[in-house]
């Protein structure tokens, strides 16, 4: 089993920065894709960003130039580094993360999300 645990979420300012980490723990083999979610009450899930395991990014519309994601193989994290911040962008953020884990003798293929983590943006 897989479990994925977000952090970092605040309540910032307008035109602030923020940077939120997810973890993914368990006996992982390897994540293959990781991707941040939000919803805002009243709203439907939206993505913001994904990030193969070869690096290759990519961003939901509405981020593009002010959101960079990145990850850190080594610690099974991924980070979002938003900049600057509209209060429109208030929401929970989630954290996806795809991949293989050993599980009781068999590699098995997991697709894990997280609590998320509550950004404000607000004055």
């Known amino acids: 089993q897989v479990h994925v645990v977000e952090s970092g979420g605040d309540l910032v300012q307008p035109g602030g920065s923020l940077r939120l980490s997810c973890a993914a723990s368990?006996?992982?083999?390897?994540?293959?894709?990781m991707a941040w979610y939000r919803q805002a009450p009243g709203n439907r899930r939206e993505l913001v960003a994904t990030?193969?395991?070869?690096?290759?990014?990519n961003y939901g519309d509405s981020v593009k130039g002010r959101v960079t994601i990145s990850r850190d193989d080594a610690k099974n994290r991924a980070y979002l580094q938003m900049n600057p911040l509209k209060p429109e962008e208030t929401a929970v953020y989630y954290c996806?993360?795809?991949?293989?884990?050993?599980?009781?003798?068999?590699?098995?293929?997991?697709?894990?999300w997280g609590q998320g983590t509550q950004v404000t943006v607000s004055s």
């Open positions: 996806n993360a795809g991949g293989r884990y050993y599980s009781g003798g068999s590699f098995m293929e997991f697709d894990s």
């Open positions: 990030i193969t395991s070869g690096g290759s990014t």
């Open positions: 368990g006996t992982i083999v390897s994540i293959y894709n």
